[in-house]
């Protein structure tokens, strides 16, 4: 008997050809309604059957893996100008505007940011490097004297929420309503602004707790 499997046969033309359609297909339609878009809508945007794409994308996941974390890669291009940035307030400003304006650019990329969908392991993967190279820019502004001391990473995500909360609600009738929204949380960030708060940032369980519970059943 044999002990392992034989290589992976390369796919057809024609599958090469439904696969890229429905990668394309897929990066429209989650981008302007949202990571829980119909499968149905992709399908027909590629001009494939729904048993095409489940041949190629078994799980809405599928999709995800293969989408979310190039996306995520022009976080990275983000985070890398506000480090570079001589200015660490300019830079922490500058990282959060771009962050949120690529998520009013994409639907789909304001669902993962904000965890609104189980991710798998890659996909989680690729926004932990993300948040891990956010907090060398949090580090930097506060070390400046700019951000206010007692702002803490586990902060961000609430950050992220609030604003991918009003990206997603305003989007279709205000889509610079963020913007306003960004500036008034920047203000109060300030370290000049800055007075003592009364209620500590959230334990790490707790921030897994409240994502489970603000998630749709499936």
Known sequence: MA?????????????????????????????????????????????????????????????????IPERLAALERITAAALADPDPWRGFTGFLEGLFALQAEDRGLNDAMAQRLPLSDKVLASCHRGFELAGQVVERAKESGALRADFDMRDLPLLIW?????????????????????????????????????????????????????????
């Not at 429209?28 to 794409?53: M, N, Y």
């Not at 889509?175 to 940032?201: E, N």
């Open 3 to 67: 002990t392992s499997a034989g290589p992976t046969r390369p796919l057809r033309a024609d599958a090469v050809r439904n696969r890229d359609r429905l990668l394309a297909a897929a990066k429209q339609v989650f981008g302007e309604r949202g990571l829980d878009a119909p499968l149905e809508e992709i399908a027909r945007r590629a001009e494939v059957s729904i048993g095409t794409l489940y041949n190629h994308f078994p799980t809405r996941e599928a999709f995800f893996d293969a989408i």
């Open 162 to 218: 609030a604003i991918s909360q009003v990206i997603r609600e305003s989007t279709g009738v205000a889509p610079q309503a963020w913007r306003r929204c960004l500036a008034f949380f920047l203000d109060g960030l300030r370290a000049d602004a800055a007075r003592p708060l009364a209620v500590p940032a959230l334990a790490w369980e707790q921030l897994g707790e409240i994502r489970l519970r603000t998630m749709p059943e499936r």
